[in-house]
Nanobody
Framework: QVQLVESGGGLVQAGGSLRLSCAAS????????IGWFRQAPGKEREFVAV????????YHADSVKDRFTISRDNAKNTVYLEMNSLKPEDTAVYYC??????????????WGQGTLVTVSS
């Protein structure tokens, strides 16, 4: 089992920044890549970014790659999502996920509970 706990969401004005955190625990969490997904109201959940524990290799969705940065702190077992230049369309519930394989919904084995990010215009 892997447990994922997100934090850091909130309300921010357009152009502002937020940093989300995902604390991972469990016996096998280091076997997984950790990713962020988001789900806006009325829309499907979509991939945002992913990072591997071992090498720190990252991949970001095209929609965020110039504004968001995923990173990790192995000592704290925590993955971060630094979000800059936020837009109202970034408003969504952001989920942390333990990924086994392809960085897609189908590759997720464990989900966090989600944290709400609201960007006001």
């Amino acid at each position: 089992q892997v447990q994922l706990v997100e934090s850091g969401g909130g309300l921010v004005q357009a152009g502002g920044s937020l940093r989300l955190s995902c604390a991972a625990s469990g016996r096998t969490f280091s076997n997984y890549a950790i990713g962020w997904f988001r789900q806006a109201p009325g829309k499907e959940r979509e991939f945002v970014a992913v990072i591997t524990w071992s090498t720190g290799a990252t991949y970001h969705a095209d929609s965020v790659k110039d504004r968001f940065t995923i990173s990790r702190d192995n000592a704290k077992n925590t993955v971060y999502l630094e979000m800059n230049s936020l837009k109202p369309e970034d408003t969504a519930v952001y989920y942390c996920a333990a990924i086994n394989g392809v960085a897609s919904l189908e590759g997720v084995d464990y989900w966090g509970q989600g944290t709400l990010v609201t960007v006001s215009s």
